[in-house]
């Protein structure tokens, strides 16, 4: 895009007031504002797609006790989004352009300091979804989580999401003998194993989640990735096998409405005797795995080894309705918007 056909204007998702429960369309407005001006060593990009995730629904909280702050109200929310750069600082590296990823999603166009912003390279990975992706957390979660294994029975929760879509399909990659995940309909269930090559999927609200998953593995659990927490989390400690890994990589069970804690009670005693080993990872720990990540995800992706499943809606005006769907379990995979 050329800087003279820049608009005066653009839109924005702004955060309303702090939802109490259920998330609605109340709780957003979409303005339209003046265009922001780049000052020194700062880039403009037009934002072409942007992605949601249900850790935005926490961050809605005043106190969200996260890694990063919470949102204002009156101010725009923040996500994952890929653009195009359109004005950058002289000197740099950046050009006009040039596809660059950043954390400025829910708007059209965007101001950040140039060192704020990741070249998106396409010869990497070949899909700007990719980008968009929660790879980097499916990959942890499998490699320095679950550290699955040659053989092992994988059992993944919260299969259809973005990141257990991913999951899934790295731990067979990486040698998995038979892989399991639980997600929340049949419809989904259909998807994961006869598109993604999962072996077996316990539903939620179908019975008990240990006594489905006993019947899905009765030789015992050696990995697990955990997206969700509670009852299912519960269920696959109870039939992990002695060593068995166990890396928690989300909390779904308490995101989904907002909430900053995810209790679960487990028997410490059997974990001992059996040398269960819990890890609670993420990406901001284990940076050094990310270049391994894109390496591995981008030979795989253009092999056509993976996919990235994922749902697309169109417009700005629907980026509020992305997240009030995918936190209601429309959605199966990464939820985008194109901007």
């Known amino acids: 895009m050329s800087p003279s056909n820049v608009p005066a204007t653009h839109r924005e998702v702004r955060l309303a007031s702090r939802p109490e429960r259920a998330l609605d369309s109340d709780h957003f407005v979409v303005a339209e504002v003046p265009l922001p001006q780049p000052g020194p060593g700062q880039v403009l990009v037009r934002n072409r797609l942007m992605s949601v995730a249900a850790?935005?629904?926490?961050?809605?909280?005043?106190?969200?006790?996260?890694?990063?702050?919470?949102?204002?109200?009156?101010?725009?929310?923040?996500?994952?989004?890929?653009?195009?750069?359109?004005?950058?600082p002289e000197g740099g590296t950046l050009r006009p352009g040039d596809l660059v990823s950043h954390w400025a999603g829910f708007?059209?166009?965007?101001?950040?300091?140039?060192?704020?912003?990741?070249?998106?390279?396409?010869?990497?990975?070949?899909?700007?979804?990719?980008?968009?992706?929660?790879?980097?957390?499916?990959?942890?979660?499998?490699?320095?989580?679950?550290?699955?294994?040659?053989?092992?029975?994988?059992?993944?929760?919260?299969?259809?999401g973005g990141l257990g879509t991913l999951a899934g399909q790295f731990a067979r990659l990486r040698g998995a003998g038979r892989v399991i995940g639980s997600t929340s309909s049949q419809r989904k269930a259909d998807y994961l194993i006869e598109t993604l090559g999962y072996d077996a999927v316990v539903l939620r609200g179908a019975g008990p989640i240990e006594d489905q998953l006993r019947k899905a593995a009765p030789e015992g659990i050696d990995a697990v990735v955990d997206t969700v927490g509670g009852e299912q989390l519960q269920a696959a400690l109870a039939l992990a096998r002695p060593g068995a890994r166990v890396g928690l990589i989300g909390a779904l069970s308490a995101q989904v409405s907002g909430e900053n804690t995810a209790p679960v009670e487990i028997d410490v005693f059997s974990l001992i005797l059996r040398g269960i080993q819990l890890r609670g990872v993420s990406g901001a720990r284990h940076r050094d795995a990310l270049a391994e990540y894109q390496e591995?995800?981008?030979?795989?992706?253009?092999?056509?080894?993976?996919?990235?499943?994922?749902?697309?809606?169109?417009?700005?005006?629907?980026?509020?309705?992305?997240?009030?769907?995918?936190?209601?379990?429309?959605?199966?995979?990464?939820?985008?918007?194109?901007?």
């Open 107 to 160: 708007r059209e166009y965007a101001v950040m300091e140039a060192d704020a912003v990741q070249p998106v390279d396409l010869t990497v990975l070949p899909d700007p979804v990719a980008y968009l992706s929660q790879g980097p957390s499916a990959w942890i979660g499998v490699v320095r989580g679950a550290e699955v294994r040659e053989g092992d029975t994988v059992f993944v929760s919260g299969a259809a």
């Open 296 to 339: 591995t995800f981008g030979r795989w992706l253009r092999e056509g080894s993976v996919t990235v499943p994922h749902a697309r809606l169109s417009g700005i005006d629907q980026a509020p309705r992305a997240l009030m769907e995918l936190l209601e379990g429309h959605h199966i995979g990464t939820v985008v918007v194109e901007l």
């Open 55 to 88: 850790s935005l629904r926490t961050l809605m909280r005043g106190d969200a006790g996260m890694p990063m702050p919470s949102f204002e109200v009156g101010r725009p929310l923040s996500a994952p989004a890929v653009g195009e750069v359109v004005t950058a």
